[in-house]
Nanobody, 122 residues
């Protein structure tokens, strides 16, 4: 089970850190990613991190502003979001899977968290 947290309301230019905690299984055997779904839009890829943490990938829209990381000892994956923009407003979902390839695709992931809402005001 994945539990996403850390969302909230922030002004444009601000920062938030999202957390995705795994229970019932060790996160160290899973690649992980964050996706987001803005109101009225499809769910899109944001960032991914490989099983060992050595490979990360980002959507062009968040490169240079967001950083994905993992702490296997805490069984948690993070998404540090800086320089937030109103267009970053969305429900953010974490996902995980033991498959360590094609990490930008939603179909890769069998395990999903419940989502956490991020609202960025202008």
């Amino acid at each position: 089970q994945l539990q996403a947290s850390g969302g909230g309301l922030v002004q444009a230019g601000g920062s938030l850190r999202l957390s995705c905690a795994a229970s019932g299984r060790s996160f160290m055997w899973y690649a992980a990613a964050w996706f987001r779904q803005a109101p009225g839009k499809e769910r899109d890829f944001v960032a991914s991190i490989s099983l060992g943490g050595g490979r990360t990938k980002y959507a062009d829209s968040v490169k240079g502003r967001f950083t994905i990381s993992r702490d296997n000892a805490k069984n948690t994956v993070y998404l540090q979001m800086n320089s937030l923009k109103p267009e970053d407003t969305a429900v953010y979902y974490c996902a995980a899977d033991p498959n360590n390839s094609n990490l930008g695709a939603q179909a890769t992931y069998d395990y999903w968290g419940q989502g956490t809402l991020v609202t960025v005001s202008s």
